[in-house]
Protein backbone atom coordinates (compact mmCIF):
# COMPACT_ATOMS: atom_id res chain seq x y z
CA UNK A 1 0.00 0.00 0.00
CA UNK A 2 1.49 3.33 -1.07
CA UNK A 3 0.67 7.13 -0.42
CA UNK A 4 0.61 9.49 -2.83
CA UNK A 5 0.28 13.15 -1.89
CA UNK A 6 0.51 15.70 -4.96
CA UNK A 7 0.34 18.66 -4.33
CA UNK A 8 -2.56 20.78 -2.36
CA UNK A 9 -4.93 17.77 -3.64
CA UNK A 10 -6.77 14.66 -1.96
CA UNK A 11 -4.27 12.06 -0.57
CA UNK A 12 -4.14 9.29 -3.12
CA UNK A 13 -3.93 5.29 -2.15
CA UNK A 14 -2.78 3.29 -3.89
CA UNK A 15 -3.77 -0.26 -3.24
CA UNK A 16 -0.76 -3.38 -4.83
CA UNK A 17 -1.77 -7.01 -3.92
CA UNK A 18 1.16 -8.42 -1.84
CA UNK A 19 1.04 -11.98 -2.87
CA UNK A 20 3.44 -12.71 -1.12
CA UNK A 21 1.95 -13.70 2.25
CA UNK A 22 -0.57 -15.31 0.82
CA UNK A 23 1.89 -17.82 -0.88
CA UNK A 24 3.07 -18.06 2.34
CA UNK A 25 0.13 -19.08 3.79
CA UNK A 26 -1.12 -21.73 0.75
CA UNK A 27 2.54 -23.42 1.27
CA UNK A 28 2.24 -23.74 5.13
CA UNK A 29 -1.35 -25.26 4.80
CA UNK A 30 0.14 -27.40 1.81
CA UNK A 31 2.54 -28.65 3.83
CA UNK A 32 0.63 -29.39 6.75
CA UNK A 33 -1.76 -31.37 4.73
CA UNK A 34 0.75 -33.53 3.62
CA UNK A 35 2.51 -34.13 6.25
CA UNK A 36 -0.67 -34.91 8.27
CA UNK A 37 -2.11 -37.10 5.20
CA UNK A 38 -2.34 -41.04 5.87
CA UNK A 39 -3.98 -43.11 3.77
CA UNK A 40 -3.73 -46.07 6.13
CA UNK A 41 -5.26 -43.87 8.82
CA UNK A 42 -8.25 -43.29 6.50
CA UNK A 43 -8.93 -46.97 5.35
CA UNK A 44 -8.49 -47.98 9.10
CA UNK A 45 -11.82 -49.51 10.58
CA UNK A 46 -12.91 -50.99 14.20
CA UNK A 47 -13.74 -54.97 14.73
CA UNK A 48 -16.71 -56.01 16.69
CA UNK A 49 -15.19 -56.77 19.73
CA UNK A 50 -17.18 -58.31 23.25
CA UNK A 51 -16.09 -59.52 26.10
CA UNK A 52 -18.12 -61.00 28.96
CA UNK A 53 -19.39 -58.68 31.60
CA UNK A 54 -16.95 -58.94 34.71
CA UNK A 55 -18.26 -61.03 37.59
CA UNK A 56 -20.68 -59.21 40.25
CA UNK A 57 -18.28 -59.77 42.70
CA UNK A 58 -14.47 -59.47 43.56
CA UNK A 59 -13.15 -61.76 46.33
CA UNK A 60 -11.52 -59.99 49.02
CA UNK A 61 -10.35 -62.77 50.98
CA UNK A 62 -9.90 -66.28 49.88
CA UNK A 63 -13.35 -68.14 51.74
CA UNK A 64 -15.00 -65.66 49.16
CA UNK A 65 -14.24 -67.45 46.11
CA UNK A 66 -16.90 -68.35 44.46
CA UNK A 67 -15.49 -71.11 41.67
CA UNK A 68 -19.06 -71.34 39.89
CA UNK A 69 -18.52 -67.30 38.88
CA UNK A 70 -16.85 -66.48 35.74
CA UNK A 71 -13.12 -65.12 36.80
CA UNK A 72 -12.71 -61.13 36.27
CA UNK A 73 -10.29 -61.77 33.90
CA UNK A 74 -11.75 -64.45 31.52
CA UNK A 75 -12.46 -63.42 27.57
CA UNK A 76 -14.60 -66.42 27.27
CA UNK A 77 -18.18 -65.89 26.28
CA UNK A 78 -20.73 -68.33 27.06
CA UNK A 79 -20.69 -69.74 23.34
CA UNK A 80 -21.63 -73.08 22.35
CA UNK A 81 -19.22 -73.32 19.56
CA UNK A 82 -15.41 -72.37 19.74
CA UNK A 83 -13.05 -72.05 16.93
CA UNK A 84 -9.86 -73.88 17.63
CA UNK A 85 -6.84 -72.52 15.30
CA UNK A 86 -3.37 -74.52 15.28
CA UNK A 87 -0.29 -73.20 14.03
CA UNK A 88 2.52 -75.44 12.35
CA UNK A 89 5.58 -75.26 14.81
CA UNK A 90 8.36 -76.39 11.77
CA UNK A 91 11.39 -73.91 12.44
CA UNK A 92 10.39 -72.71 8.98
CA UNK A 93 9.52 -68.78 9.29
CA UNK A 94 7.59 -68.77 6.22
CA UNK A 95 5.33 -71.15 7.37
CA UNK A 96 5.34 -70.82 11.08
CA UNK A 97 2.53 -68.49 12.71
CA UNK A 98 0.21 -69.68 9.66
CA UNK A 99 -2.90 -71.81 10.24
CA UNK A 100 -2.48 -75.14 10.22
CA UNK A 101 -6.07 -76.72 11.57
CA UNK A 102 -9.20 -75.15 12.00
CA UNK A 103 -11.08 -76.93 14.38
CA UNK A 104 -14.91 -76.50 15.48
CA UNK A 105 -15.84 -77.82 18.90
CA UNK A 106 -19.24 -77.82 19.91
CA UNK A 107 -21.49 -79.93 22.05
CA UNK A 108 -21.73 -82.37 19.25
CA UNK A 109 -17.95 -83.23 19.00
CA UNK A 110 -15.05 -81.34 16.65
CA UNK A 111 -15.54 -80.84 12.88
CA UNK A 112 -11.32 -80.25 11.20
CA UNK A 113 -12.09 -77.80 8.14
CA UNK A 114 -9.58 -77.30 5.66
CA UNK A 115 -9.53 -73.46 5.03
CA UNK A 116 -11.71 -70.14 6.05
CA UNK A 117 -14.07 -70.28 3.56
CA UNK A 118 -15.30 -73.27 4.39
CA UNK A 119 -15.25 -72.67 7.84
CA UNK A 120 -17.30 -69.82 6.95
CA UNK A 121 -19.81 -71.75 4.62
CA UNK A 122 -19.63 -74.11 7.82
CA UNK A 123 -20.55 -72.25 10.43
CA UNK A 124 -23.44 -70.07 8.49
CA UNK A 125 -24.98 -73.22 8.52
CA UNK A 126 -24.73 -73.84 11.86
CA UNK A 127 -26.50 -70.20 12.34
CA UNK A 128 -29.31 -71.22 10.57
CA UNK A 129 -29.45 -74.71 12.62
CA UNK A 130 -32.82 -74.62 14.72
CA UNK A 131 -30.33 -76.67 17.54
CA UNK A 132 -27.73 -74.12 18.03
CA UNK A 133 -29.28 -71.50 20.85
CA UNK A 134 -26.65 -69.12 21.45
CA UNK A 135 -26.26 -67.73 17.85
CA UNK A 136 -24.81 -64.32 19.04
CA UNK A 137 -21.06 -65.25 21.17
CA UNK A 138 -18.81 -67.61 19.26
CA UNK A 139 -15.52 -68.65 20.76
CA UNK A 140 -11.77 -68.21 19.20
CA UNK A 141 -8.94 -70.97 20.35
CA UNK A 142 -6.01 -70.00 19.37
CA UNK A 143 -2.69 -71.11 19.81
CA UNK A 144 -0.02 -68.85 21.34
CA UNK A 145 2.40 -68.86 18.30
CA UNK A 146 -0.23 -68.28 16.11
CA UNK A 147 0.15 -64.83 13.93
CA UNK A 148 -2.63 -61.88 14.85
CA UNK A 149 -3.83 -61.39 11.03
CA UNK A 150 -4.65 -65.42 11.20
CA UNK A 151 -6.48 -64.55 14.00
CA UNK A 152 -8.34 -61.33 12.30
CA UNK A 153 -8.92 -64.03 9.46
CA UNK A 154 -11.08 -66.61 11.41
CA UNK A 155 -12.75 -63.26 13.28
CA UNK A 156 -13.59 -62.37 10.22
CA UNK A 157 -14.91 -65.64 8.80
CA UNK A 158 -16.75 -65.53 12.41
CA UNK A 159 -18.81 -62.11 11.93
CA UNK A 160 -19.58 -62.92 7.98
CA UNK A 161 -21.13 -65.84 8.67
CA UNK A 162 -23.56 -64.10 11.43
CA UNK A 163 -22.32 -64.42 14.91
CA UNK A 164 -22.23 -60.74 16.72
CA UNK A 165 -19.71 -61.34 19.39
CA UNK A 166 -16.65 -62.99 19.66
CA UNK A 167 -14.66 -64.02 22.35
CA UNK A 168 -11.25 -65.58 23.25
CA UNK A 169 -10.36 -69.06 25.42
CA UNK A 170 -6.69 -68.42 26.37
CA UNK A 171 -4.17 -69.86 24.14
CA UNK A 172 -4.31 -73.76 24.48
CA UNK A 173 -0.52 -74.36 24.36
CA UNK A 174 -0.04 -71.80 26.91
CA UNK A 175 -3.14 -73.24 29.47
CA UNK A 176 -0.97 -77.11 29.07
CA UNK A 177 2.01 -75.65 29.45
CA UNK A 178 1.67 -73.51 32.97
CA UNK B 1 10.60 -4.04 10.79
CA UNK B 2 9.40 -1.05 8.85
CA UNK B 3 10.03 0.33 5.76
CA UNK B 4 10.55 4.04 4.65
CA UNK B 5 8.44 4.90 1.67
CA UNK B 6 9.50 7.47 -0.69
CA UNK B 7 7.19 10.17 0.74
CA UNK B 8 9.30 10.05 3.86
CA UNK B 9 6.18 7.84 5.57
CA UNK B 10 6.96 4.97 7.57
CA UNK B 11 4.59 1.48 7.12
CA UNK B 12 5.17 -1.67 9.13
CA UNK B 13 6.09 -4.90 6.91
CA UNK B 14 4.01 -7.87 7.89
CA UNK B 15 5.57 -10.11 5.94
CA UNK B 16 7.91 -11.89 8.78
CA UNK B 17 5.21 -11.58 11.54
CA UNK B 18 2.67 -12.68 9.61
CA UNK B 19 5.46 -15.78 8.71
CA UNK B 20 5.71 -16.40 12.31
CA UNK B 21 2.77 -16.46 13.13
CA UNK B 22 1.90 -19.24 10.65
CA UNK B 23 5.13 -21.49 11.73
CA UNK B 24 3.60 -21.36 15.54
CA UNK B 25 0.15 -21.87 14.58
CA UNK B 26 1.16 -25.15 12.22
CA UNK B 27 3.18 -26.26 14.57
CA UNK B 28 0.69 -26.21 17.30
CA UNK B 29 -1.61 -27.89 15.25
CA UNK B 30 0.80 -30.37 14.53
CA UNK B 31 1.63 -31.14 18.17
CA UNK B 32 -1.91 -31.54 19.24
CA UNK B 33 -3.05 -33.77 16.34
CA UNK B 34 -0.54 -36.54 17.16
CA UNK B 35 -1.12 -36.19 20.11
CA UNK B 36 -4.92 -36.70 19.92
CA UNK B 37 -4.32 -39.94 17.48
CA UNK B 38 -1.74 -41.79 19.61
CA UNK B 39 -1.10 -43.61 16.13
CA UNK B 40 1.83 -45.32 14.83
CA UNK B 41 2.62 -45.66 11.30
CA UNK B 42 5.17 -48.48 12.65
CA UNK B 43 1.98 -50.97 12.87
CA UNK B 44 1.00 -52.95 9.81
CA UNK B 45 -2.56 -53.47 10.76
CA UNK B 46 -4.39 -56.97 9.49
CA UNK B 47 -6.83 -57.00 6.76
CA UNK B 48 -10.55 -57.49 7.35
CA UNK B 49 -13.59 -57.36 5.21
CA UNK B 50 -15.86 -57.26 8.59
CA UNK B 51 -14.01 -53.86 10.00
CA UNK B 52 -16.24 -50.42 9.92
CA UNK B 53 -15.50 -47.37 10.19
CA UNK B 54 -14.53 -45.88 13.78
CA UNK B 55 -17.13 -43.91 15.58
CA UNK B 56 -15.22 -40.17 15.36
CA UNK B 57 -17.62 -38.87 18.34
CA UNK B 58 -15.26 -41.53 20.29
CA UNK B 59 -12.99 -39.08 21.83
CA UNK B 60 -12.39 -40.69 24.91
CA UNK B 61 -9.97 -43.64 24.04
CA UNK B 62 -6.59 -45.36 24.91
CA UNK B 63 -4.54 -46.40 21.82
CA UNK B 64 -2.52 -49.76 22.59
CA UNK B 65 -0.10 -49.93 19.65
CA UNK B 66 1.39 -53.70 19.67
CA UNK B 67 4.34 -53.66 16.90
CA UNK B 68 5.41 -56.95 15.01
CA UNK B 69 7.17 -58.37 18.02
CA UNK B 70 4.56 -57.86 20.45
CA UNK B 71 5.79 -55.22 22.00
CA UNK B 72 3.47 -52.66 23.68
CA UNK B 73 4.27 -48.91 22.23
CA UNK B 74 3.24 -45.85 23.99
CA UNK B 75 3.34 -41.91 22.54
CA UNK B 76 6.59 -40.26 24.18
CA UNK B 77 7.96 -43.41 26.04
CA UNK B 78 9.96 -46.33 24.94
CA UNK B 79 8.07 -49.98 24.36
CA UNK B 80 6.92 -51.46 27.06
CA UNK B 81 9.23 -54.73 27.66
CA UNK B 82 7.41 -56.83 30.56
CA UNK B 83 4.04 -57.54 31.42
CA UNK B 84 4.30 -56.10 34.84
CA UNK B 85 4.84 -52.93 33.29
CA UNK B 86 2.03 -52.97 30.65
CA UNK B 87 -0.22 -54.18 33.55
CA UNK B 88 1.15 -50.82 35.95
CA UNK B 89 1.00 -48.96 33.19
CA UNK B 90 -3.27 -49.82 32.36
CA UNK B 91 -3.88 -49.57 36.21
CA UNK B 92 -2.57 -46.51 36.44
CA UNK B 93 -4.66 -45.35 32.98
CA UNK B 94 -7.25 -46.34 34.08
CA UNK B 95 -6.81 -44.70 37.79
CA UNK B 96 -6.99 -41.41 35.48
CA UNK B 97 -9.73 -42.14 33.81
CA UNK B 98 -11.68 -43.72 37.05
CA UNK B 99 -10.92 -39.94 38.49
CA UNK B 100 -12.05 -38.11 35.60
CA UNK B 101 -15.24 -39.90 35.08
CA UNK B 102 -15.78 -39.22 39.01
CA UNK B 103 -15.28 -35.92 38.51
CA UNK B 104 -17.65 -35.82 35.58
CA UNK B 105 -20.31 -37.46 37.93
CA UNK B 106 -20.52 -40.90 36.32
CA UNK B 107 -19.96 -44.22 38.02
CA UNK B 108 -17.65 -45.71 35.51
CA UNK B 109 -15.31 -44.22 33.20
CA UNK B 110 -15.99 -44.77 29.42
CA UNK B 111 -13.05 -45.31 28.09
CA UNK B 112 -12.73 -47.55 24.96
CA UNK B 113 -9.56 -49.16 24.73
CA UNK B 114 -8.23 -49.07 21.20
CA UNK B 115 -5.90 -52.24 20.34
CA UNK B 116 -3.60 -51.70 16.78
CA UNK B 117 -1.71 -54.90 16.42
CA UNK B 118 0.43 -55.13 14.22
CA UNK B 119 -0.44 -58.19 11.66
CA UNK B 120 2.59 -60.40 11.70
CA UNK B 121 2.44 -60.13 16.07
CA UNK B 122 2.01 -62.85 17.75
CA UNK B 123 -1.70 -63.85 19.62
CA UNK B 124 0.01 -64.21 22.93
CA UNK B 125 0.67 -60.86 23.51
CA UNK B 126 -2.48 -59.84 22.04
CA UNK B 127 -4.23 -61.90 24.71
CA UNK B 128 -2.49 -61.08 27.36
CA UNK B 129 -3.04 -57.78 26.89
CA UNK B 130 -6.73 -58.34 26.25
CA UNK B 131 -6.27 -59.59 29.54
CA UNK B 132 -4.69 -56.93 31.77
CA UNK B 133 -7.34 -54.51 30.55
CA UNK B 134 -10.27 -56.21 31.87
CA UNK B 135 -8.00 -57.45 34.93
CA UNK B 136 -7.30 -53.38 35.00
CA UNK B 137 -10.84 -52.55 34.94
CA UNK B 138 -11.74 -51.35 31.14
CA UNK B 139 -14.60 -52.18 30.07
CA UNK B 140 -14.88 -51.34 26.51
CA UNK B 141 -12.56 -52.42 23.49
CA UNK B 142 -12.06 -52.35 19.77
CA UNK B 143 -9.66 -54.01 17.57
CA UNK B 144 -8.63 -51.60 14.68
CA UNK B 145 -7.80 -53.67 11.11
CA UNK B 146 -7.68 -52.21 7.68
CA UNK B 147 -10.73 -52.34 5.99
CA UNK B 148 -10.64 -54.69 2.97
CA UNK B 149 -13.05 -54.23 0.25
CA UNK B 150 -15.61 -57.25 -0.69
Known amino acids: MKKKHKGEGPLEVQLNT ?11 LLFFFVLTYSPSAAMEG ?39 IKTAHTGDKSVDGNISALVVKSTDGE ?19 EGLSNKDDIKIEAESKLKYACVIDVMDACLK ?10 PPDLTTTN | MAQVSNDGGCEPNLIPLLDLVLQLVMFFIMVANFAAQQVTS ?3 LPLATSARPPDPGETDVIYLNLNSEGKLMVTGREPLQTLSEVKYFLISEYNTAKRAAEQAGEKEPKTVVIIRADKNADFKPVYEILKECKGAGFRKWQLRATVKNK
Not at chain 1, 18 to 28: N, S
Not at chain 1, 161 to 170: A, D, E, I, M, Q
Request: hydrophobic share 40%.
Open chain 1, 18 to 28: VITPMLDMTFQ
Open chain 2, 42 to 44: DVM
Open chain 1, 111 to 129: TALPNLEALENFLRHKVKE
Open chain 1, 161 to 170: SGFTRVGFNP
Open chain 1, 46 to 84: KMDFNLPASGDYRARAPEDVNLDKPSDTDLALPAQLTVL
